[in-house]
């Protein structure tokens, strides 16, 4: 259909060179075969000289440079393969402190990826342990953490080591996925448990919830060990980290991640522009809380205009959907003139108490 309509706008088109004679319907019907076999060649020079469509492929983020993901790790025990995407902060004895991975980022950094509970705020040192395809370890020593995020379940619980740039010769940096994972969806995770010789794989953690920067996970089959896994990287199925585990609260079948999508890319941000961005609080809209560096939250409270307490949460800990972008959606009824007072802690110990009148 489409052929025959172009062919009759381009007979309309060469009408005027035959100005001074006449066009019968039988007359015209050479000149219309002959526009469609041109049409059909130029159609079928077209298709074959056309690129094939590049099969689909998992998007990941921006910021950070292409990476090969993870396939089909759900059913295979610890293969070496997956050795150099790992990473273990370390103590001064060089017993492993939590779990990690490792990224680069756009700029061809390389960095440890852990809990920020594990590895602490920036200036801290620490070491790391990584690992070549054969798995042997390989240990840097005096590392500075380069910068370190939020305690808590809700906040962005997650820390960046830079790495020197001749781990690069044997890591397998992961890529993060440019999604937070769909509800009911299953995730895996690979890290070092304090009471396991290696690397052990977390199946069967299907995702409660992803709202603001929290994953909430309920195990579905049994996972041996849970200690040490901190920091460890969350894997969806197309192999691309989700999340970053920050660990469980509530009972053993309550699990949560930090998103790694939003909580690395503030970091990165932060540390390779050279210029804080706060982790900001806001109440409909309006700033309502910036954290400096080194700050967290210890509890939120909602107040009256007088001063009268309405209801308060323990931030760290809190386990139902919490975004700080929209803090209004963590109370029932904030109304305009009620109070919203945050004590504010720095490392784990208290600071001071910030107020702000919701508009």
Known sequence: MRIWFLSFLLVCFSLPAYAGRPVTPLSSLPLVRRVEEGILRRLSAWRRKAPSQPAAVPKQVRFLTPAVPWSSLQHVSVPKTVFPSLALPLDSEGFALGSGFVI????????????????????????????????????????????????????PDVSLVELPASAGR????????????????????????????????????????AYGMKIALTRTEDVA?????????????????????????????ELFAIDARKSLSWLLRNYENGRYEPYTFSVFGYPALELGRGESVGYIAHKTPDGSMLEKIDFPTYREALDAARL???????????????????GRVFSH????RVP
């Open 353 to 356: 108490v910030v107020l702000f």
């Open 104 to 155: 680069r980022s756009a700029s061809g950094r390389l960095y440890a990826v852990s809990a920020y509970h594990v590895t602490g705020s920036a200036g801290k040192r620490v070491s790391v342990r990584l690992f070549r395809p054969d798995g042997i370890a390989v240990d840097y020593t005096g590392l500075t953490v380069s910068a370190g995020g939020i305690f808590g379940v809700n906040a």
């Open 328 to 346: 209004e959606n963590v109370f029932v009824d904030v109304r305009s003139g009620d109070v919203i007072e945050f004590e504010v802690h720095r």
């Open 170 to 209: 044997f890591v397998r940096p992961l890529g993060v996925s440019a999604h937070p994972p769909e509800e009911g969806s299953l995730l895996f995770m690979w890290g070092r448990p304090y009471d396991a010789p290696g690397f052990e794989l977390a199946k069967g953690l299907s995702v409660e919830s």
């Open 225 to 253: 060990y849970l200690e040490g896994m901190c920091g460890a990287p969350v894997i969806d199925e197309n192999g691309l980290v989700t999340g970053i585990y920050g660990g469980r609260a509530g009972g053993n079948e």
